[in-house]
């Protein structure tokens, strides 16, 4: 992934591991940097051509694919309703965003063209994925890996012309 600031290309960031069964975390500064607020992105912007949510934090702005933010879902749905219950998210590489709502002034929900729209996005789990996208990307695409299963949802995709 990389990251784009005032017109530049950078590499993104990369700061906390997690574990794709254990990742039901939640609270204030959870996500952030050492020493970092709960703090509510400045930009949020939806790319619909290059299929993707830009967030920025000051000079920092990351780009999040739909897909990945749909395999990274804070529901219950895709977590499961424990630690280890988790559900691998498979077949989303083509999944699209319809829409994004605000959910009071801590969160965003994402309605998808799957028909997920169960998860809350705090801003602090938004950061936590901005920050660890390369390390989370990887994770997922082992488990998919590991499941003998595929990001290609093995569907005709038809779009309007």
Request: charged share 20%.
């Amino acid at each position: 992934m990389t990251t784009y600031s005032q017109g530049r290309r950078h590499a993104s960031l990369g700061f906390i591991t997690t574990v794709f069964k254990s990742r039901l975390y939640f609270g204030l500064n959870r996500f952030n940097r050492p020493g970092e607020k709960f703090v509510k992105p400045d930009g949020i912007k939806v790319r619909t051509k290059s299929r993707c949510v830009e967030l920025s934090w000051g000079a920092e702005t990351f780009a999040l694919s739909f897909e990945f933010l749909r395999v990274w879902s804070p529901s219950a749905e895709v977590r499961g309703h424990g630690t280890g219950n988790g559900v691998l998210q498979t077949g989303k590489k083509d999944v699209g965003l319809l829409r994004i709502e605000p959910a009071g002034n801590y969160a965003l929900k994402l309605v998808f063209d799957d028909g997920h729209d169960s998860g809350l996005y705090d801003w602090n789990y938004l950061r936590h994925l901005c920050l660890n996208h390369d390390s989370l990307w990887q994770e997922y695409l082992q488990q998919l890996q590991q499941a003998g299963a595929s990001r290609d949802s093995g569907l005709i995709n038809i779009r309007p012309l």
